[in-house]
Nanobody, 118 residues
Framework: QVRLTESGGGLVQAGGSLRLSCAASGSIFSISAMGWYRQAPGKQRELVAAITSGGSTNYADSVKGRFTISRDNAKNTVYLQMNSLKPEDTAVYYC????????????WGKGTLVTVSS
């Protein structure tokens, strides 16, 4: 099993920055990808950014050029650096890890709230 511990959410003014962290623990072998999703009130959860075990990244069009996903293998941690934040970025952000070993299993953090004021 994999446990995901998130931190870094909070309140920030438009144009500001936040860095989210997600530390993985437990049976962290065969993690094929990790990423960040977000869900705003009344909206569907959407992929924000993802990074594979090989280091390739994908971003939602709405955050390209503003957000950067990275990882620290020594700490088993993935980060989401969020710059130039906009009020529409306000959402609960969830860390996701995909484990592929015989079968593929998704793990989720509990979420951290990001609020961007105008």
């Amino acid at each position: 099993q994999v446990r995901l511990t998130e931190s870094g959410g909070g309140l920030v003014q438009a144009g500001g920055s936040l860095r989210l962290s997600c530390a993985a623990s437990g049976s962290i072998f065969s993690i094929s990808a990790m990423g960040w999703y977000r869900q705003a009130p009344g909206k569907q959860r959407e992929l924000v950014a993802a990074i594979t075990s090989g280091g390739s990244t994908n971003y939602a069009d709405s955050v390209k050029g503003r957000f950067t996903i990275s990882r620290d293998n020594a700490k088993n941690t993935v980060y989401l650096q969020m710059n130039s934040l906009k009020p529409e970025d306000t959402a609960v952000y969830y860390c996701n890890a995909q484990q592929s070993w015989r079968v593929t299993v998704d793990y989720w953090g509990k979420g951290t709230l990001v609020t961007v004021s105008s």
